[in-house]
């Protein structure tokens, strides 16, 4: 079946670095998004990852191993309001977007 | 960048009436469409997918008949809670896609849906 795993909740400190790591099983794979989702609002797109290694922008950077099904998101110089949830979602071989539970980051003053 | 809306945002409606949510896309043509629904603390959960022209996808366990969805246009589409309950409270999202290359989802703001 398909599959994407990521911790549920993750707590660090306001100036911090924290990496949220992804593992997926899909039938096909077609890239990996990371996105960002605070309370009660829509996702919003952080990044997209096809090829293997580290895509980097701004404070936040994605990595991709295909061979070992395995994405992490790194976020630099924490700030309060990177406070959110954070959505790992593999695309298959239809196109479709395999989402993750998300990962509750919670900073820390 | 795109720009994806949905109207209402919130909605708030008795046991047994319909209700129409609208999502558009508001800057470029969106070929397909998704719909989601999230409970809280929990992870989206696709409902169905809708390519503009023809009749919607939908996943496993989701009724057609009771969420029905229309892409009538490229910039357009709808879903319709029939005979809603208040088990169909949620958070219901759309997203759209145009350029395939890039296969983004370009998200809309949600609607909150409460049946009481």
């Known amino acids: 079946g398909q599959n994407i795993d990521q911790p549920t909740e993750m707590t660090a400190t306001e100036g911090a670095i924290v990496q949220i790591n992804c593992t997926y099983q899909?039938?096909?794979?077609?890239?990996l998004f990371w996105y960002q989702q605070h309370a009660g609002e829509a996702p919003t797109f952080l990044s997209y990852?096809?090829l293997d290694g580290l895509e980097e922008k701004g404070r936040f950077s994605s990595f991709l191993s295909r061979s070992k099904g395995y994405s992490y998101l790194l976020l630099k110089e924490l700030q309060m309001k990177d406070s959110a949830s954070y959505l790992c979602?593999?695309?298959?071989?239809?196109?479709?977007?395999?989402w993750g539970a998300g990962t509750k980051l919670i900073i820390k003053p | 960048g795109a720009v994806v809306s949905q109207h209402p945002s919130w909605v708030i409606c008795k046991s047994g009436t319909s209700v129409k949510i609208e999502c558009r896309s508001l800057?470029?043509?969106?070929?397909?469409m998704f719909w989601y629904r999230q409970f809280p603390k929990q992870s989206l959960m696709l409902m169905a997918t809708?390519?503009?022209?023809?009749?919607?996808?939908?996943e496993q366990g989701v009724e057609k008949d009771k969420f029905l969805i229309n892409h009538a246009s490229l910039t357009l589409s709808t879903l319709t809670v029939t005979s809603a309950h208040p088990e169909d409270s949620s958070f219901y999202i759309c997203?759209?896609?145009?350029?395939?290359?890039?296969?983004?989802?370009?998200f809309g703001p949600g609607t909150r849906l409460t049946v009481t």
């Open positions: 809708s390519n503009e022209g023809s009749k919607a996808t939908y």
């Open positions: 997203s759209a896609r145009g350029d395939r290359e890039t296969y983004e989802q370009y």
């Open positions: 800057d470029f043509q969106a070929t397909t």
């Open positions: 990852n096809v």
């Open positions: 979602a593999a695309m298959d071989s239809n196109y479709q977007l395999i």
């Open positions: 899909t039938s096909g794979f077609n890239g």
